[in-house]
């Protein structure tokens, strides 16, 4: 997610087709990306798929495409290659194919956690914020999801969307339930509490962020502004020198120069 970090005419017939359950209904089930393959085929485009999630992950998107091309080919049925489709799809910013994409997974494996999980992604990136929370919610939901901080980092970068601050913090907070280094839903969580003015929290959640990761241009900016509001003048001119050295082309060192701080 950190910058949200870090993912349609045929797709209405394909939605009518396929019964999809509504979202949050049905048994939980173990994602199929975690399944025992059946089959060769099957097994192949697994390989594939998990293969295309790799390069996807590491920014060679064009490896990412062939990976998911290669997958959907082996075993047309196999629901993680047109999600793994989908994602790349919307790095691509091809959000009619991707919608066709995720579309056919969600047919295909309609209780998967981590489909819903990435679809609801792609329905929040679409204007469809209220709609992407009911998938967040069932992918949270599922017992057998292993990582469950997912959707809710999610839902509250959606609720972020929605200008939901409240929502979001519930759902930032929910997230580090199932993995308390969560730096993406940290950073939000040290955000939001500057945002209402509860500076010393922001600075003690930033102070994880910081034990966690390295830094990076917004967290290096939220720093200074956290400390300019406390007074402490060292701190700031300390952190503002690592942003003007590390990041001097970011829009967050432009703020800096601007005076911008708010």
Not at 27 to 48: F, I, L, W
Not at 171 to 187: C, E, K, T, W, Y
Request: proline content about 5%.
């Amino acid at each position: 997610m950190t910058r949200a970090i870090l993912l349609f005419p045929l797709v209405a017939l394909l939605a009518a087709c396929a019964g999809r359950p509504s979202p949050g209904t049905g048994q939980a089930t173990v994602p199929v990306s975690e399944q025992a393959p059946a089959g060769v085929a099957e097994k192949s485009a697994k390989t594939h798929s998990e293969l295309g999630v790799l390069y996807l992950q590491a920014g060679n998107v064009a490896v990412a495409l062939e990976e998911a091309r290669i997958a959907q080919a082996i075993d047309p049925s196999y629901a993680p290659a047109h999600n793994l489709m989908g994602l790349v799809q919307i790095v691509l910013n091809d959000m009619l194919q991707a919608r066709v994409s995720f579309e056919r997974a969600i047919q295909l494996a309609p209780g998967d956690p981590q489909i819903a999980n990435d679809y609801g992604w792609f329905l929040c990136l679409s204007g469809r914020e209220q709609e992407a929370m009911g998938y967040f919610t069932m992918a949270a939901r599922n017992p057998l999801y292993k990582t469950r901080t997912r959707p809710y980092t999610n839902a509250g970068l959606c609720a972020l969307r929605m200008k939901d601050d409240k929502l979001a913090e519930e759902n930032f907070q929910r997230a580090l339930v199932f993995d308390g280094s969560n730096v993406q839903a940290i950073f939000h969580l040290a955000s939001l509490a500057y945002k209402r003015g509860d500076y010393f929290t922001a600075k003690r959640y930033l102070g994880e962020v910081q034990r966690n990761t390295e830094p990076n241009a917004e967290s290096l900016w939220l720093g200074v502004r956290i400390e300019r509001k406390l007074g402490d003048r060292q701190a700031e001119a300390s952190l503002a020198s690592q942003l003007r050295r590390k990041f001097a082309g970011s829009p967050e060192y432009q703020a800096l120069m601007e005076g911008k701080y708010e």
